[in-house]
T-cell receptor, first 115, second 111 residues
Framework: GAVVSQHPSRVICKSGTSVKIECRSLDFQATTMFWYRQFPKKSLMLMATSNEGSKATYEQGVEKDKFLINHASLTLSTLTVTSAHPEDSSFYIC???????????FGEGSRLTVL | RKEVEQDPGPFNVPEGATVAFNCTYSNSASQSFFWYRQDCRKEPKLLMSVYSSGNEDGRFTAQLNRASQYISLLIRDSKLSDSATYLCVVNLSGGSYIPTFGRGTSLIVHP
């Protein structure tokens, strides 16, 4: 099956710093990628839809200036958590959508801990 | 009403049991349907697509009922390793597919 790689898998940072997470589709082109966050024992929460070559579409309540999304190519989307705070600590997951079937392929997730 | 609804469970079943989950969706224009499995602290992984005619993969059977707007997942002969959260995903076609997730159903298979 298709592969989506997400990096880094774990990151620990200090409050106030910015963290960039990369999501790459390795063997297919993804015009659309999605970013989610998930708190322990909670369901996935869609943060934004990332479209190649255009601005991301953010879900209600998600601050676009805090969670910067860039989708500069058909195989790479990045999420930057700016000025991170402890409450941003979470599991962030990306997914890329296969064009023909709409099937989603997920990255391995990035566990962010902000001290 | 939520667009995609699932019973969160948990469903607690013994090994060898048969268990079924349903997932209802509200938009009749939904185009494609999937079941994903998510293990604790891991990303969701595709379990199976759901076809109009129904489909089976080993112990797993998925069905779609468009008239009643639900999909189902049946697991036969449950194994301990089936313990996970099962997510249904419904795609609405609007130019490109727009996926909507259910909240997931937790399954615990015990010895």
């Amino acid at each position: 099956g298709a592969v989506v790689s997400q990096h880094p898998s774990r990151v620990i940072c200090k409050s106030g710093t910015s963290v960039k997470i990369e999501c790459r589709s390795l063997d297919f082109q993804a015009t659309t990628m999605f970013w989610y966050r998930q708190f322990p024992k909670k369901s996935l929460m869609l943060m934004a839809t990332s479209n190649e070559g255009s601005k991301a579409t953010y879900e209600q309540g998600v601050e676009k200036d805090k969670f910067l999304i860039n989708h500069a190519s058909l195989t790479l989307s990045t999420l930057t958590v700016t000025s991170a705070h402890p409450e941003d600590s979470s599991f962030y997951i990306c997914s890329a959508q296969a064009g023909l079937t709409g099937e989603l392929f997920f990255g391995e997730g990035s566990r962010l801990t902000v001290l | 009403r939520k667009e995609v609804e699932q019973d969160p469970g948990p469903f607690n079943v013994p090994e060898g049991a048969t268990v079924a989950f349903n997932c209802t969706y509200s938009n009749s224009a939904s185009q494609s349907f999937f079941w994903y499995r998510q293990d604790c602290r891991k990303e969701p992984k595709l379990l199976m697509s759901v076809y109009s005619s129904g489909n089976e993969d080993g112990r797993f059977t998925a069905q779609l009922n468009r008239a009643s707007q639900y999909i189902s997942l049946l697991i036969r002969d449950s194994k301990l390793s089936d313990s996970a959260t099962y997510l249904c995903v419904v795609n609405l076609s609007g130019g490109s597919y727009i996926p909507t997730f259910g909240r997931g159903t937790s399954l615990i298979v015990h010895p």
